[in-house]
C-alpha cells in the first residue's frame, strides 16, 4: 500500500492550459504539503495544509490553487500553464505539526512539462 | 532565517568504499534537527536519517550514520561500504521550527563507480 500516492506521475500539456495533480495519503498525517523541484534539483516548499486549513502559501502565484478535500486529500490546480512552471511536484504528508523532528513521507513526484 | 548549504555538487566513489557527504546550517533555533533524504534516478524522495541537536549521540540507520558537529554547524551523512545502489542525488534539510516546512539543500549527485 503506497503511503503517500499522487497522480498523474507525467503531465505533458501545451503553455495556456489548466491541469491538476492529486495526492492522497493514506498515512493518518494532518498535514500535507506541495514541494516544486526545479530542474536544478533544488527542493522548495509550496504550500502547508494542516487539517484542511491552508498554513504555508510561499508566494506561489495565484495561478497556483492548492485545494485539500479531507485531510487526507492535497490536490494542486495549475491555472495558464507557463513554460517556466514546467518542474517535478512532490506531495507529502507529516506526523508532527512544526515538530523540530517532524520528517516529511514524499509521494513519488509528478513531472509536469509545458510545451 | 535557517540555511543549509551542501557544498558538494558531485562525489565520484568507488564501490566498497566510505563516503562523506557535506552539510552545513545555519539556524538560530536553540532546538532542531537534520534530515538526510535520497533521491534515486527514479526520483522519489526517500528518507535516509534524522538526528536532533539534544541528542548526545550520532544518529545510525544501517550503513548510513549522522556525523553532527554542532560547534561547527555541519551534520555530514557517512555511507559505509558503498554499493552501486547508493548512486542518486542527496539532501540534507533543516525544519524551520513552527513553520511547518523542511528547507533543502543544493544537493549532492553520488556516483558509486563500479
Known amino acids: 500500500d503506497t503511503a503517500v500516492s499522487q497522480t498523474p506521475k507525467y503531465l505533458v500539456t501545451q503553455m495556456g492550459n489548466d491541469k491538476s495533480i492529486k495526492c492522497e495519503q493514506n498515512?493518518?498525517?494532518?498535514?500535507m504539503y506541495w514541494y516544486k523541484q526545479d530542474s536544478k534539483k533544488f527542493l522548495k516548499i509550496m504550500f502547508s495544509?494542516?487539517?484542511?486549513?491552508?498554513?504555508i502559501n510561499e508566494t506561489v502565484p495565484n495561478r497556483f490553487s492548492p485545494k485539500s478535500p479531507d485531510k487526507a486529500h492535497l490536490n494542486l490546480h495549475i491555472n495558464s500553464l507557463e513554460l517556466g512552471d514546467s518542474a517535478v511536484y512532490f506531495c507529502?504528508?507529516?506526523?508532527?505539526?512544526?515538530?523540530?523532528?517532524?520528517?516529511?513521507?514524499f509521494g513519488s513526484g509528478t513531472q509536469l512539462s509545458v510545451l | 532565517a535557517q540555511k543549509i548549504t551542501q557544498t558538494q555538487p558531485g562525489m565520484f566513489v568507488q564501490e566498497k568504499e566510505a563516503v562523506t557527504l557535506d552539510c552545513t546550517y545555519d539556524?538560530?533555533?536553540?532546538?532542531?534537527?537534520l534530515f538526510w533524504y535520497k533521491q534515486p534516478s527514479s526520483g522519489e524522495m526517500i528518507f535516509l536519517i534524522y538526528?536532533?541537536?539534544?541528542?548526545?549521540q550520532n544518529a545510525t540507520e544501517g550503513r548510513y550514520s549522522l556525523n553532527f558537529q554542532k560547534a561547527r554547524k555541519s551534520a555530514n551523512l557517512v555511507i559505509s561500504a558503498s554499493q552501486l545502489g547508493d548512486s542518486a542525488m542527496y539532501f540534507c534539510?533543516?525544519?524551520?521550527?513552527?513553520?511547518?516546512?523542511?528547507?533543502f539543500g543544493q544537493g549532492t549527485r553520488l556516483t558509486i563507480n563500479p
Open positions: 538526528q536532533g541537536s539534544y541528542d548526545e
Open positions: 539556524t538560530s533555533d536553540q532546538s532542531y534537527g
Open positions: 498515512l493518518g498525517h494532518d498535514t
Open positions: 534539510a533543516i525544519p524551520i521550527q513552527g513553520a511547518q516546512k523542511l528547507v
Open positions: 507529502a504528508s507529516s506526523d508532527r505539526t512544526g515538530g523540530v523532528g517532524e520528517k516529511l513521507f
Open positions: 495544509y494542516n487539517n484542511k486549513e491552508l498554513i
